[in-house]
């Protein structure tokens, strides 16, 4: 990309604190947007060949509240890229990723996080910091388990589709604001799903088709009205 095509974005950007520049070919994150650090509300960089966020000027970006990295190719993320209190939606689907920082936890403004199409072999237990997040997507992951600590999760909606889990802690019956849980295309059999959340658990909308049981054995556990009557009140509710 042409470096007078890159200003333009740039001088664009100061004005709306808006910057876009998607399907490019980029395999570096564009220095110059350290001219923009103090103005940037929204980054998104999707579509290209990032292989890594500079550590030095990721942080910097005091503003920001959305950034987009999807389809790039990034298999580590700097701690400094939790300086940003103020990042409220992060999209990092389809990547490489295998864990999140140490410091994830202090994006404390966080309330949407994509993950989908990584390599993570475990769920980012740094999740069970982050007081205000609302929908998390670890879908096409390599997760195999879900622990104990899911019961720390604040989270409204949780995808985990296409993973290969088997098993899951009971403990998801506790979230305090589940509300949505899909486990589509997993390694689950039925004794391996806690009866606890359909019978104690504030899920109504529970997606579970494409593992080794039969939907309809579903029907025999103790619950299963519960939920799936849940399940037409939110669709019903939704569709207004």
């Not at 950007?13 to 520049?21: D, E, P, R, S």
């Amino acid at each position: 990309m042409g470096n007078s095509a890159l200003r333009a974005h740039v001088e664009t950007a100061q004005k709306t604190g808006v910057f876009q520049l998607k399907d490019r070919g980029l395999t570096e994150f564009p220095s110059d947007l350290q001219k923009l650090t103090s103005n940037l509300r929204t980054i998104d960089l999707s579509n290209n060949k990032i292989e890594s966020l500079p550590p030095l000027l990721i942080g910097k970006f005091t503003l920001l509240k959305s950034l987009s990295l999807n389809n790039n190719k990034l298999n580590i993320l700097p701690d400094e890229l939790c300086n940003l209190k103020k990042l409220d939606t992060l999209s990092l689907n389809n990547n490489h990723l295998r864990e999140l920082p140490s410091t994830f936890g202090q994006l404390s403004a966080l309330k949407t996080l994509s993950l989908s199409g990584n390599q993570l072999g475990a769920l980012p237990p740094q999740l069970c910091s982050l007081r205000h997040l609302d929908v998390v997507d670890l879908s096409k992951n390599q997760i195999r388990s879900i622990p104990d600590i899911v019961g720390e999760l604040q989270v409204i909606e949780l995808n985990l589709n296409q993973n290969q889990i088997s098993q899951i802690s009971v403990k998801i019956s506790c979230c305090p604001r589940l509300k949505v849980l899909r486990l589509e295309e997993n390694c689950l059999e039925l004794s391996m799903l806690p009866q606890s959340i359909l019978s104690d658990s504030q899920i109504c909308l529970l997606a579970v088709e494409g593992n080794l049981f039969e939907i309809k054995k579903l029907r025999e556990l103790e619950g299963y009205d519960k939920v799936f009557i849940c399940l037409v009140a939110y669709f019903c509710i939704s569709s207004y």
